[in-house]
């Protein structure tokens, strides 16, 4: 799929982006920024307390299912019910969004709008026109334009700048793109939506300072689990050559991917990485009691319902994919450290920029405590995500999927 846009992407984003806030249809939050180095990763922490602060009917909208009478597990009918309310009483921008907006539509069934809250600039999505839910599972459409973004934003940066500079383009001038599914994903709206980041705006002022995209970190290797004694190999796909782990405090999968896969390949691996991440949720769901176990959900139907929350990301070269157990985390006081009877910090709301070493805080008083001490930034991941536990199994992925 190549897109069509009539111009180049992006100078599409990058004037859209400097109209609507000139004209004020979007609000650009700055955030402090620092560089925190913890468990052998450099993660960007922002501070934003603008984000707070925004109108009640603006705010996103609960993903969360209809109570089920199972603290374990939901089933389709449930989320079924619950989607047809928010598309009856929630607000939702991607249907018919302003012009101001509006980037450009790539048919037949996505639209590119910006992010009207952004706190890193040219920030813009790819949604689907008619509304299909956040919590099923991506269509091949879905990755075919998503994929095309990718690509067309790098070719197109590297024939700005020349063919000397493309070395360095492959890092600097990327998008990251990332998706959040399932209600303890992180996700703000229920409308189907993946987001895209330029990476040397992610950079901004941190350039110089040690940060840089995990997924552009990884080496070739295999397909693999980050387990607490290392990581562990799958048997790589005949369209995939594999690559390894990131290094992050939670589970998560990784493979590579080539210029050259078509939009089938790509939907392949996702599916392949996902379907490890259900098989890993299963495990860790097996070991314990139902009200300890991960929320899942039954799709018994077989009507595409993410059975687990997880965050997607990608690049050009790189797919990365984490199954997630709680959307918030908080900060815990250290026990003895004299810190007997201090009140946690937070909920501190985390999504798929983690995937890109990113986190978000609206408070001072957790901005000081994560930058004073980094061990409780991987705390934050390893409570959201599942644990670092070699008793995980993930072998092949589920034949249903």
């Known amino acids: 799929m190549r897109l069509d846009l009539g111009n180049s992407i992006i100078s599409l984003v990058k004037a859209k982006f400097a109209s609507a806030k000139l004209d004020g249809h979007l609000i650009f ?52 019910k619950k989607d047809d309310e928010a598309k009856e009483t929630k607000f939702d921008p991607f249907l018919d969004p302003p012009q101001a907006l509006l980037v450009a539509e790539i048919p037949p069934g996505h639209i590119l709008v910006l992010n009207k809250y952004p706190v890193i600039p040219n920030h813009f999505i790819l949604a689907t026109k008619a509304y299909k839910d956040q919590r099923k599972l991506l269509e091949q459409d879905d990755l075919a334009a998503t994929w095309a973004c990718l690509r067309a934003w790098e070719a197109e940066d590297g024939e700005e700048h020349g063919a000397e500079t493309r070395g360095q383009t492959q890092h600097d001038k990327r998008l990251f793109a990332f998706f959040n599914s399932g209600e303890d994903s992180g996700a703000s709206q229920p409308h189907r939506h993946i987001q895209f980041l330029p990476v040397d705006d992610m950079e901004g002022d941190a350039a110089g300072q040690g940060w840089r995209l995990p997924l552009d970190e990884a080496p070739p ?24 782990s990131l290094g992050f405090p939670l589970v998560h999968f990784t493979a590579p991917l080539r210029p050259s896969l078509a939009p089938c390949d790509v939907h392949d691996i996702y599916m392949t990485l996902y379907g490890r991440a259900v098989s890993a949720v299963r495990a860790y769901n097996a070991d314990r009691p139902a009200q300890d176990a991960i929320k899942t959900v039954d799709d018994g139907d077989g009507q595409g319902w993410s059975e687990i929350s997880y965050n997607l990301a990608l690049t050009t070269s790189v797919m ?19 810190h007997e009877g201090t009140a946690r910090l937070g909920p501190i709301s985390l999504n798929g920029t983690i995937l890109a070493a990113n986190l978000m805080v609206k408070s001072e008083a957790e901005w000081a405590a994560l930058r004073a001490d980094g061990s409780k930034l991987c705390d934050l991941l390893a409570t959201v995500g599942l644990p670092l536990d070699d008793r995980l199994q993930w072998g092949s992925p589920d034949s249903r999927l």
């Open 29 to 80: 939050s700055s955030t402090e920024l620092a560089i925190v180095r913890a468990g052998g990763l450099s993660y960007q922490l922002r501070y934003c307390p603008a984000l707070s602060k925004k109108r009640e009917w603006e705010k996103p909208v609960s993903l969360s299912p209809t109570p089920s009478p199972s603290p374990s597990a939901v089933t389709a009918a449930e989320l079924t």
């Open 221 to 244: 290797g295999s397909i693999r689990m980050e387990l607490a004694n290392g990581t562990r190999q799958c048997d790589p796909d005949d369209h995939t050559t594999s690559r390894s």
């Open 320 to 338: 990365a994919l984490c199954p997630r157990r709680a959307e918030d985390a908080y900060v815990e006081p250290r026990a003895g450290q004299g």
